[in-house]
């Protein structure tokens, strides 16, 4: 049978398949091949009885996080607000550098637009290319245009501590337990392990909640890669192998002198870039 790992508790996976839950064990293969299921991997089960079964093999992931561990994310939200607390471009810049990285797609999510607008930041933001919703977690305001953005994708949340990400998450999560009338989400916020799971809103459609989780660390490698605006300019710069930093004439400098690429981009980028040159 085919399903999808929801959530994996020491040792046990537990599998959803044609809406039912199956508890399974995986077999000794997985520890011989150097292979962990995770939780968002599709996979293979024999069934057994009673809702049990055992995992037989997994499907080619799209891409796998560390932390949290999980497989196949179609979708992050970036999670911010503009004052209380104060926003931070570089943290921003950095989870989408690292989405990029992965192919994960970014929406930048300003929240608590009652004490203040995020339109300064929808500028820089829409200009790259990358959707911004701005959202008022208290209210209510944009949590529907956000749940429509989330649709048939498994998106997790990103956003530092007093940003409102659990606030806006719980709201997303009450409306649809509104909708489909399924109380067993209810159950969520009581648990304390901090396991991720999979919560399933709507058919095809599961936000990550992984407790304890705010942001990704890693630089990636290929950081010049992963700030789209840039790569139309590499051309203009005279050195291959251009690290945008040091070098004079270099295209993403015209640009950003140009006001073609946005100062605090080139600037985060600049400091994401020596960060990891120092490490
Ligand atoms: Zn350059």
Do not use: W
Not at 32 to 38: C, E, H, R, S
Not at 71 to 97: E, G, M, R
């Amino acid at each position: 049978m085919q399903g999808k790992i929801i959530k994996a508790i020491s040792g046990f996976y537990y599998i959803e398949s044609d809406s039912k839950i199956y508890e399974c064990k995986a077999k000794g293969i997985f520890r011989k091949n150097g292979v962990t299921p995770l939780v968002g991997d599709y996979v293979e089960f024999e069934e057994l009885k009673n809702d049990k079964g055992n995992l037989i093999s997994i499907k080619d992931r799209k891409n796998e996080l560390i932390r949290p561990p999980i497989a196949n994310v179609d979708l992050a939200i970036i999670v911010a607000a503009v004052k209380n607390p104060d926003i931070s471009l570089l943290f921003i810049d950095k989870q989408i550098a690292f989405l990029e990285s992965l192919n994960i797609m970014p929406i930048i999510c300003i929240n608590k637009i009652d004490i203040e607008s995020g339109n300064e930041i929808e500028k820089i933001y829409k200009a790259i290319g990358y959707e911004v919703i701005s959202t008022c977690a208290k209210d209510s305001t944009g949590v529907e245009i956000l749940k429509e953005k989330l649709k048939n994708k498994v998106s997790v949340f990103i956003g530092n501590s007093g940003v409102g990400k659990s606030s806006l998450t719980n709201k997303i999560i009450g409306s649809s337990i509104m909708e489909e009338g399924d109380l067993s989400k209810i159950e969520r916020g009581k648990q304390t392990t901090r396991h991720v799971e999979l919560i399933k809103l709507s058919e095809s459609t599961y936000i990550a909640d992984s407790p304890g989780f705010s942001s990704f660390e890693i630089i990636p490698e290929n950081l010049e890669n992963c700030f789209v605006e840039f790569q139309q300019y590499i051309k203009d710069c005279r050195y291959r192998g251009c690290n945008h930093v040091l070098e004079e004439e270099c295209g993403i400098k015209y640009a950003v002198a140009d006001g073609k690429i946005e100062k605090s981009r080139y600037e985060n980028y600049c400091i994401l870039k020596n960060s990891k040159n120092t490490k």
